[in-house]
């Protein structure tokens, strides 16, 4: 009996570690852009500390937001030359564990929590404009972990959300998430319109098993970071499946870039929990074309910059300049492509 | 287009129904008031958030004080039990919507707001949900009265359905909601969502008695969201889950019920010569497709006239669970689904 015990303890701790899921990209002869990173780029104040930066944005002007799980998890903002502006948010009731930052186009800052389940809209200014979930309430107390199945997902309420986007006319996307297992539609006032998925998780088009990363295109297209999947799916404006994109390795998070000629950057990162060699052959990111034609690569893993360890978050407002979010690293770097180096190489 | 002869008929259909008895759906005859929700009602300096907002109420000067939950507490590990503090905060603004300051900053018995009101005399008076604590702060600040008693510390993880909703005849609550006072100074504390009673204390704090149980008979409860008493003394129980409003007397003898209230979770009793009542239909915080619309209404139940809806946007409502009626025209509406306070001005 007491082995039965400590058995299905192991198996239940085993359940909870974090996935060491990890998959080589099949994608062959991908050209390398060559790229620097800009050493020290961001300048914290004294006594000031990066956490876990699961997620960076720039805004307009390239200011740096960075929403990072230290003590508390907290959203810091830096001017374009890295210097630290201001924090947003402090001690803010629907902070407690990063998960994604994003700037829309008029430069409101939103921030995506998997500790709240909560998304909020902040104005440029730091104020609270909109939010969207809510967090379990606390006076229900320290909650054990659902023993039973998922509960049916809510028009209203996340589970762990992931990721939010929006398309040209401020509809607003979110991924959610690490329970849930769906992309949800919301228009600019933050009432429900559809969903893909579901609370289960599934492989089929249209269905996820943790949508990771979201970001919707000029078109109004949603692209998905599918991790578990192994996988990208690209949805139209009414969340129904149009494509998959099965060859980059897992589908860490997608940014889709700015300006008329628009690219998607995809992040084959290399796994919480590395096993020996998964630095070879995980940590690269991906440069593509809308219609999914990969263009280039760069990038590979490491614990020291430009080395990436656990990129979680991609900002690619330039396409040339991706600021990237690491988990392990407790770092942002910013990376300097050098596209035109890259074809030229390909040419001869 | 209706016709107007099919309107009248209508009209006097309606007039037969409610005359012989039936309950009516009063909320889709209440007309509509005009209304306008002031941008920027309150201005929250650099590193000041509201949480989910569980109360709001003015003083005798229009100083705004706001109840909200602003985190969720702490709770320590590693020590033989697990202790919990924080998660809520209490701000004062004034009649501008200026900040001022904080009152009972770190307070033991701040962990999850539920209300806060101002008694006649400018006291500040806060209801708390998980310290199951009302404590009453002089104008100036100081703690003037406690009743209730946080738990030592809290259960990990939490154990199921705390609250038996017995209505435990004690002066300790479980999840109370709201507090209230008869012109003699007595204090009736709704409590609330773990029992299911209304609790009477005199002006002093000493517990005089309580009424009502988890249930659906007159007298009984659902659970008690929110409470107001009338210059006659009567008490006023917004009784949500049976989507109805309780009248008792002042010793909570059953006088009557308002069924056509919706999900009864905020009131508010204005104070001039002709008191009415206003009385938010909340929607629940996973829905903002449905209800959502405030009431105002004669103490007789006489519907009066309605507005607003659920929604994110300024003159939409998240799950309203406070309003101030002190001005019966400029109404002060505490959200916790939009984390915020709204000023609205009726027309």
């Not at chain 1, 996935?19 to 991908?30: D, G, H, L, P, T």
């Not at chain 1, 990063?98 to 440029?124: Q, Y």
């Not at chain 1, 020291?304 to 988990?327: S, T, Y």
């Not at chain 2, 004669?298 to 309203?320: I, N, P, Q, S, Y």
Request: glycine content about 10%; charged content about 20%.
């Amino acid at each position: 009996m007491k082995r039965i015990l400590t058995l299905s303890v192991i198996l239940a701790a085993l359940a909870a570690v974090p996935s060491f899921a990890q998959r080589k990209a099949s994608i062959e002869n991908v050209p390398n852009i060559p790229y620097s990173s800009a050493p020290n780029l961001l300048k914290l104040p004294p006594g000031e500390y990066l956490g876990e930066s699961v997620a960076v944005a720039t805004n307009s002007k390239g200011h740096i937001f960075v929403y990072h799980r230290s003590a508390n998890t907290r959203l810091f903002e830096f001017d374009q030359a890295g210097n630290f502006v201001k924090e947003i948010g402090s001690g803010y009731y629907g902070f407690e564990f990063a998960h994604s930052v994003r700037v829309d186009k008029d430069d409101n800052i939103w921030t995506v929590d998997e500790g709240t389940n909560m998304i909020t809209k902040f104005g440029p200014d730091g104020k609270v404009l909109m939010v969207l979930g809510r967090r379990p309430p606390a006076v229900l107390g320290v909650q054990a972990a659902p023993a039973g199945p998922n509960q049916p997902s809510q028009k209203y309420i996340f589970c762990r959300p992931t990721d939010v986007g929006w398309d040209p006319q401020g509809n607003i996307f979110i991924s959610d998430g690490y329970c849930n297992n769906r992309v949800v539609k919301y228009d600019k006032n933050g009432r429900f319109l559809a969903q893909a998925g579901s609370e289960k998780a599934g492989s089929a088009l249209g269905e996820f098993n943790l949508p990771h990363g979201l970001q919707v295109d000029g078109q109004g297209n949603v692209w998905v970071a599918d991790r578990s999947n192994f996988r990208y799916q690209v949805l139209d404006n009414n969340l129904k499946p149009m494509r998959e994109i099965t060859n980059l390795g897992v589908g860490w998070t997608v940014c889709i870039s700015a300006g008329p000629h628009q690219y998607a950057f995809m992040s084959n990162s290399n796994p919480n929990g590395n096993m020996p060699g998964s630095w070879d052959i995980t940590g690269e990111i991906y440069k593509a074309e809308l219609d999914g034609t990969v263009i280039g690569k760069f990038g590979h893993a490491g614990k020291l910059a430009p080395g990436f360890q656990v990129v979680h978050m991609m900002d690619c407002r330039n396409p040339n300049e991706i600021v990237v979010g690491e988990i392990e690293s407790w770092r942002v770097q910013k990376l300097i492509l050098r596209p035109a180096a890259a074809e030229a190489g390909a040419a001869r | 287009m209706k016709h107007p002869m099919t309107r009248r008929l209508i009209q006097a259909l309606l007039a037969a129904i409610l005359s012989a008895g039936v309950p009516a759906n009063a909320q889709k005859e209440a007309p509509e008031i005009r209304f306008d929700s002031a941008p920027n009602a309150l201005q929250l300096p650099a590193g000041v958030y509201l949480g989910e907002v569980g109360g709001v109420a003015t003083n005798s000067r229009g100083d705004i004080f706001v109840y909200t939950r602003t985190g969720h507490p702490t709770v320590t590990t590693g020590t033989a039990r697990p202790f919990a503090h924080g998660g809520s905060r209490l701000f004062q603004f004034d009649h501008n919507g200026k900040f001022v300051g904080e009152i009972g900053k770190d307070s033991y018995g701040f962990m999850f707001a539920a209300q806060v009101r101002v008694d006649p005399k400018d006291s500040i008076w806060v209801v708390d949900q998980m310290t199951n604590m009302v404590i009453k702060f002089d104008p100036q600040g100081r703690v003037a009265l406690l009743l209730g008693r946080k738990a030592e510390s809290v259960p990990v993880p939490a154990r199921q359905a705390a609250g038996n909703g017995a209505g435990q005849p004690t002066d300790l609550f479980d999840r109370p909601t709201d507090v209230a006072w008869d012109a003699a100074g007595n204090i009736f504390v709704a409590d609330g969502l773990g029992n299911a009673r209304v609790a009477k204390f005199d002006k002093e704090g000493k517990f005089v008695k309580s009424w009502g149980k988890k249930g659906s008979a007159p007298g009984e409860f659902a659970n008690v969201r929110s409470i107001a008493v009338d210059a006659q003394g009567n008490v006023y129980a917004a009784d949500g889950g049976n989507k109805r409003i309780q009248v008792f007397d002042n010793d909570g003898n059953f006088k009557t019920a308002f069924t056509n209230v919706g999900n009864a979770q905020a009131l508010c009793m204005t104070k001039g010569p002709n008191q009415f009542v206003y009385v938010s239909n909340s929607n629940p915080p996973d829905d903002i497709d449905h209800d959502g619309e405030i009431y105002r209404m004669r103490l007789d139940g006489t519907m009066t006239g309605k507005f607003g809806r659920a929604g994110k946007l300024l003159k939409e409502f998240g799950t309203v669970n406070a309003i101030d009626c002190r001005d019966e025209n400029t109404l002060y509406v505490g959200e916790i689904g939009n984390l915020r306070v709204q000023k609205l001005a009726l027309h």
